[in-house]
């Protein structure tokens, strides 16, 4: 089983709507999680870090995390085309070093139709 | 702002080269990490560092090599390249020791021919 999971979609759909992306993990000692939006060759951009449990707006978007279920999710409202990308779900994971990397999950491909 | 920078952004190389992908973090950012994604693969770890210390290693071949230098820049050192080895590699790097946020560099797309 895959630390992070998430469905790989592809989740289509029409501009204006509210896009859901959903995403679990197996480590409940993990502490942090991140949304990275990224384009088809381009580098993951970070849009929502979230730590405790509860929501977390951040203009169109909105985290919400869930320790006890070993949820989290991102609700992107008012989708519009440019929105069309992967979104990463990443989980933060002391290896044991005195870093943290990111452990990703596969990816939700969005489209949003015009 | 600042972002990370990569150097090269695109690099060819033949089976059984080397090559030398370069970082250059954010500005007062001290940790850096490495990750490689291949087609359709989502990024995975390879190696981090700390203040010029490597403080973590991943799923990193024994043919790469990575360091951090006094000016907080990072190289990864690839020799004896692999057809396999062609994918996105990307630099990311921490404002701080402990702080989660990482934010990558544009990527150098490595070709192995």
């Known amino acids: 089983q895959k630390e992070v999971e998430q469905n790989s979609g592809p989740l289509s759909v029409p501009e204006g709507a509210i896009a859901s992306l959903n995403c679990t993990y197996s480590?409940?000692?993990?502490?942090?999680f991140f949304w990275y939006r990224q384009y088809s060759g381009k580098s993951p951009e970070l849009i929502m870090s979230?730590?405790?449990?509860g929501d977390k707006e951040d203009g169109r978007f909105t985290a919400q995390l869930n320790k006890a279920s070993q949820y989290v999710s991102l609700l992107i409202r008012d989708s519009q085309p440019s929105d069309s990308a992967t979104y990463l779900c990443?989980?933060?994971?002391?290896?044991?070093?005195?870093?943290?990397?990111?452990?990703f999950g596969k990816g939700t491909l969005l489209t949003v139709n015009p | 702002a600042a972002g990370v920078i990569q150097s090269p952004r695109h690099l060819i190389k033949e089976k059984r080269e080397t090559a030398t992908l370069k970082c250059y973090p954010i500005?007062?950012?001290?940790?850096v990490y490495w990750y490689q994604q291949g087609p359709g693969q989502d990024p995975q770890f390879l190696i981090s560092?700390?203040?010029?210390?490597?403080?973590d290693k991943g799923s990193i071949p024994d043919r790469f090599s990575a360091q951090q230098f006094s000016d907080y820049h990072s190289e990864l050192n690839m020799s004896s390249l692999e057809l396999g080895d062609s994918a996105l590699y990307f630099c990311?790097?921490?404002?701080?020791?402990?702080?989660?946020?990482?934010?990558f560099g544009p990527g150098t797309r490595l070709t192995v021919t």
């Open positions: 990311a790097s921490s404002p701080y020791r402990g702080s989660y946020e990482q934010y």
């Open positions: 480590d409940r000692g993990s502490q942090s």
């Open positions: 979230i730590y405790s449990n």
């Open positions: 990443a989980v933060n994971q002391n290896s044991g070093g005195s870093n943290y990397k990111l452990t």
């Open positions: 500005p007062r950012h001290d940790t």
């Open positions: 560092f700390y203040e010029k210390m490597q403080s």
